[in-house]
């Protein structure tokens, strides 16, 4: 197939879009570039291929670097295979042995995940895109989901804000701890915790992790928990023998099914639909902006502002009225 590749490339949005609903695997793919580019064929495909979406289950998984999220996300996609649902991953690490950088065990496991074409693995470009990281890889998430994967997994580093947020508007978030990382409370900070559905002490096999476990439950007895009547459950797991992941995969099963009988399925994502929203605005307000200050008249204000002979709020005023907010099409 190798000419068919660089054609496919070049191919206007409304075929690949076309080509993707017969779940062609290449032409999701080139869906995926295409949106992440910006172009603009590619966002209004995106915008018909939405209605097919909202039948997958969203799994968040966020951590600190090295917990095992790549590996827990291999070990997941597999037990969903295994009871015969598709599996999208979309991995916005970019350590992730998705990617590279892994040592060879790592890939050899999630090379097992690409020769199963029920499974379909993304990493997200952190360069080059044209709206915020949580704004990709929400288009990505609805691709796959328009595509018709059952689940898709989300793996995101659990540090910087982008993607906390990312991991939170899943349907089932996936907090991950371990053993080992000195003070294990520092392993998971606060904000994130307050974001769990359920919580994995992953390394199980390592010392210290029923350590974490009971730190872990003393430290959810303090706070609010994310969702009314639902406490997150604690699952240790060894990600690499797959132990404790049949547990999981019923602790999420659980998760999805509580959203569902206590109405907070639909709140959550309106919810989710909420943020998504205003974080298109905010992208779409931003380079709006920087678009109309990249001018010599508006450097010299910024000196003027530098130069303390105007002030901040005064240039704002003036920017603010000179710039059109149009729609986001182009
Ligand atoms: N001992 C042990 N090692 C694990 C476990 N899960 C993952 N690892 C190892 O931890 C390292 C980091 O795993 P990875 O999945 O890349 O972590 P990520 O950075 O959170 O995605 C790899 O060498 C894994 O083989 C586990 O349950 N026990
Ligand atoms: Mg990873």
Do not use: C
């Amino acid at each position: 197939m190798p000419d068919v590749v660089p054609l496919l490339r070049s191919a206007p949005a409304h075929e690949l879009a076309a080509r993707l609903r017969q779940e062609d695997r290449l032409a999701l793919s080139r869906m995926i570039s295409a949106v992440e580019a910006g172009r603009s064929d590619a966002r209004r495909e995106l915008r018909h291929l939405f209605a097919l979406g909202g039948k997958a289950h969203v799994v968040g998984i966020t951590g600190p670097p090295g917990s095992g999220k790549s590996t827990l996300t291999t070990a997941l996609a597999k037990a969903y295979r295994a009871r015969g649902e598709t599996v999208g991953v979309v991995a916005v690490d970019p350590s992730s042995p998705f990617t590279g950088g892994a040592i060879l065990g790592d890939r050899i496991r999630m090379m097992e995940l690409h020769d199963d074409p029920g499974v379909f693995v993304r990493s997200m470009a952190t360069r080059g895109l044209t709206g915020g990281l949580a704004r990709s890889t929400m288009d990505v998430v609805a691709l796959l989901d328009a595509f018709g994967k059952d689940v898709i997994v989300v793996e995101t580093v659990g540090v910087g804000q982008d993607e906390v947020e990312i991991a939170r508007t899943a349907d089932s978030t996936i907090v991950v701890g371990v053993p080992g990382l000195g003070d294990h409370i520092q392993s998971i900070k606060a904000g994130v915790l307050e974001i769990a559905d359920i919580l994995v002490v992953n390394k199980a096999d390592l010392p210290g992790a029923q350590q974490v476990v009971n730190d872990l439950r003393a430290m959810l007895s303090l706070g609010a928990t994310r969702t009314p009547g639902w406490t997150p459950p604690i699952q240790e797991t060894v990600a690499t023998t797959a132990r404790g992941i049949p547990e999981l995969v019923k602790q999420i099963d659980a998760h999805v099914q509580f959203l569902k009988d206590s109405g907070s399925w639909r709140a959550r994502r309106a919810e989710n639909a909420r943020r998504q929203v205003l974080g298109i605005l905010e992208d779409h307000v931003r380079s709006a902006f920087e678009r109309t200050i990249r001018s010599e008249t508006w450097e010299a204000r910024f000196r003027n502002i530098a130069a303390r002979t105007e002030d901040p709020y005064a240039v704002a005023d003036e920017l603010l009225r000179e710039v059109a907010l149009g729609d986001d099409n182009e």
